[in-house]
């Protein structure tokens, strides 16, 4: 069974202080992996796809990396608008022409001025 | 362009009722899957439909149904509502089902509460 876990389930900065969260995963035949942003009452925003072990991908603060087993989304300087639940989600075969999207539960990330 | 539309945002029901959740996803979009996230078990897929048909299903038992009407607008259907099914419910949408990499786009989704 695919499994998708986070770390830390949450954590706290201060504005400007550097991370990095971490998304291990087990599956067979990734297909794509997937980080969003979800801010209170909203659904999940779309942040980045990776596809391959190397690949790295960024955006304004956040850049996202990719090995054979796990996945990183550093956050550089960051800012308190960046505090959100951040969400990893692998995309993987599951038979016939289906294709099946796993969601860990999330990193909390405060982001204090 | 407008995003995905869940109606309606909040519900509250009681046990034994049956609730239907409405989703309008993003024009051109004839994928349409649906999750329910908790704070216990995150994320959870239910099922997806895509061009009026469901093309994948998670782990949910028979009371979760849906189905998908031909403007590829979809409704969800939880009936005998048990406290458990208390949750935030997702739709989300995209061009194709199954694409490499296809993102999806979230609705603000249907808080339903089951007292």
């Known amino acids: 069974e695919d499994q998708v876990t986070q770390s830390p389930e949450a954590l706290r900065l201060q504005e400007g202080e550097s991370s990095s969260l971490n998304c291990s995963y087990t599956?067979?035949?990734?297909?794509?992996l997937f980080w969003y942003r979800q801010d209170p009452g909203k659904g999940p925003e779309f942040l980045f796809t990776?596809?391959?072990a190397g690949e790295e991908k960024e955006k304004e603060r956040l850049k996202a990396t990719l090995t054979k087993k796990e996945s990183f989304l550093h956050i550089t300087a960051p800012k308190p608008e960046d505090s959100a639940t951040y969400l990893c989600a692998v995309q993987a075969y599951s038979g016939g022409s289906n294709y099946k999207l796993t969601f860990g539960k999330g990193t909390l990330l405060t982001v204090n001025p | 362009k407008a995003g995905v539309t869940q109606t309606p945002r909040y519900l509250i029901k009681t046990r034994g009722q049956q609730v239907t959740l409405s989703c309008s996803p993003i024009s051109g979009h004839r994928s349409v899957s649906w999750y329910q996230q908790t704070p216990g078990q995150g994320l959870q897929f239910l099922f997806e439909y895509f061009s009026e048909t469901q093309r994948n299903k998670g782990n949910f038992p028979g009371r979760f149904s849906g189905r998908q009407f031909s403007n590829s607008r979809s409704e969800m259907n939880v009936s005998t509502l048990e406290l458990g099914d208390s949750a935030l419910y997702l739709c989300?949408?995209?061009?194709?089902?199954?694409?490499?990499?296809?993102?999806?786009?979230f609705g603000s989704g249907t808080q339903l509460s089951v007292l």
């Open positions: 990776l596809y391959s």
């Open positions: 599956v067979s035949g990734l297909r794509g």
């Open positions: 989300a949408s995209s061009l194709v089902s199954g694409g490499a990499g296809e993102k999806l786009f």
